[in-house]
């Protein structure tokens, strides 16, 4: 139990266009999910947190009109990357907090979105 | 700025032997203590959580904690090279609530036959 389900799995895209990713928490209610992303070799750093129904908070760097998340209900948050350069290819992953109809305190992953931008 | 600290490795250690993984926080208050692994190209899984001081102990892995110290480890017994991955030490300000978890960078553990 307690999935989140992330597509795609890869994406390579040219440089400015758009990519977006889903998260959807498949049996549970995720009223918050977090975005992180992973360079190679380095550990996951928090870009954005997204509540259910309001607008995302952003981690201090991170620029909110390039990274757009939409968390529009209990169990789909998406994240675009628009005009996509080089530097964003990246690892991109969600997190849920298991909280709502489950009896765990942690946190569950997405599989990840490895995206190339070339 | 809350830190998590890992030595990033690798760590080699020969099958069945016990690898010993180690993190440091600097959030004095915090409350959650996870470990998770990560193979190379996937997403991180949950190994264990711990939450309060002392060993916590999962099959072959146990967790301790030692809030004073702010240091946090994780112990593999009967190591295999299945459990070769990067270890990532995660640490969140309280028990309950939606804070997000702060990672350290990871230690890669290489389990040799």
């Known amino acids: ?118 | 700025q809350k830190e998590v600290e890992q030595n990033s490795g690798p760590l080699s250690v020969p099958e069945g032997a016990i690898a010993s993984l180690n993190c440091t926080y600097s959030d004095r208050g915090s409350q959650s203590f996870f470990w998770y692994r990560q193979y190379s190209g996937k997403s991180p899984e949950l190994i264990m959580s711990i939450y309060s001081n002392g060993d916590k102990e999962d099959g072959r892995f146990t967790a301790q904690l030692n809030k004073a110290s702010q240091y946090v480890s994780l112990l593999i017994r009967d190591s295999q090279p299945s459990d070769s991955a990067t270890y990532l030490c995660a640490v969140k300000e309280e028990v309950q609530g939606n804070t997000p978890l702060v990672f350290g960078k990871g230690t890669r553990l290489s389990v040799i036959a």
């Open chain 1, 1 to 118: 139990g307690a999935v989140v389900s992330q597509h795609p799995s890869w994406v390579i895209c040219k440089s400015g266009t758009s990519v977006k990713i889903e998260c959807r928490s498949l049996d549970f209610q995720a009223t918050t999910m977090f975005w992180y992303r992973q360079f190679p070799k380095q550990s996951l750093m928090l870009m954005a947190t997204s509540n259910e129904g309001s607008k995302a908070t952003y981690e201090q760097g991170v620029e909110k009109d390039k990274f757009l998340i939409n968390h529009a209900s209990l169990t789909l948050s998406t994240l675009t990357v628009t005009s996509a350069h080089p530097e964003d290819s990246s690892f991109y992953i969600c997190s849920a907090r298991l909280g709502l109809g489950t009896t765990s305190y942690g946190y569950t992953f997405g599989s990840g979105t490895r995206l190339t931008v070339v």
